[in-house]
């Protein structure tokens, strides 16, 4: 299982530590549900690919983001997957759904395999955010037996979230909650 230390990252990674240990955290929950649903080897590879590399751009200066993203309006909070999976494609990644699993990893997207739906709710359900800490622990261990129940919660949840907040919804957004609810 990963952990801070053991975590690797490309050279031209761009995280404080406290983003590392995010990173490890979600690469560790991705690695024990993979294993916990028996993947096939590559699949539980490309969960932890996702894992490791979901975050990598998180803390780059915002031009450089803007710039991978080829994005000159959208928040730039949400820049960061589609700037990693830019650069890791550039960099000979060529395994598509899994370059779709980070590129949308904060918004959502309603075409995503497994993958995807699982980097989005290890992304959430990270057992050090503070928020609603014992209800993601629970939503986290139903995982490997109800992954489409927590999937479809979890996207709720986040959506829930945004309205309450006030924050704008994003198309890709409302078209994932379209097609699980």
């Known amino acids: 299982m ?6 690797e990252l490309p050279g031209w990674a761009q995280v404080t530590e406290k983003r590392r240990a ?8 991705l ?12 699949e539980a590879r490309a969960w932890r690919d ?3 590399w979901h975050d990598v751009l998180r803390d780059a200066p915002e031009a450089e983001l803007r710039q991978l993203a080829g994005d000159a309006v959208a928040p730039v909070n949400v820049l960061h ?3 990693a999976a830019t650069r890791l494609a550039a960099e000979g990644e060529s ?5 779709e699993a980070i590129r949308w990893h904060t918004l959502g997207h309603p075409g995503w395999d497994l993958c995807g739906k699982a980097l989005f709710m290890a992304d959430y359900l990270d057992p050090g ?3 609603a800490q014992a209800d993601r622990a629970f939503l986290s261990a139903l995982v490997p037996h109800d992954f489409d129940g927590v999937f479809r919660q979890v996207v709720r949840q986040r959506l829930e979230w945004s309205l309450r907040e006030g924050k704008g919804l994003f198309p890709e957004t409302v078209a994932l909650w379209n097609v699980v609810r």
């Open 2 to 7: 990963s952990d801070v230390a053991s975590i």
């Open 22 to 29: 995010h990173i490890a955290r979600v690469t560790a929950l």
């Open 31 to 42: 690695e024990r549900w993979a294993a916990e649903m028996r993947l096939g080897v590559e």
């Open 50 to 52: 996702a894992g490791r």
């Open 81 to 83: 997957g589609p700037a």
């Open 95 to 99: 395994r598509g759904p899994l370059l």
């Open 129 to 131: 955010r503070s928020f």
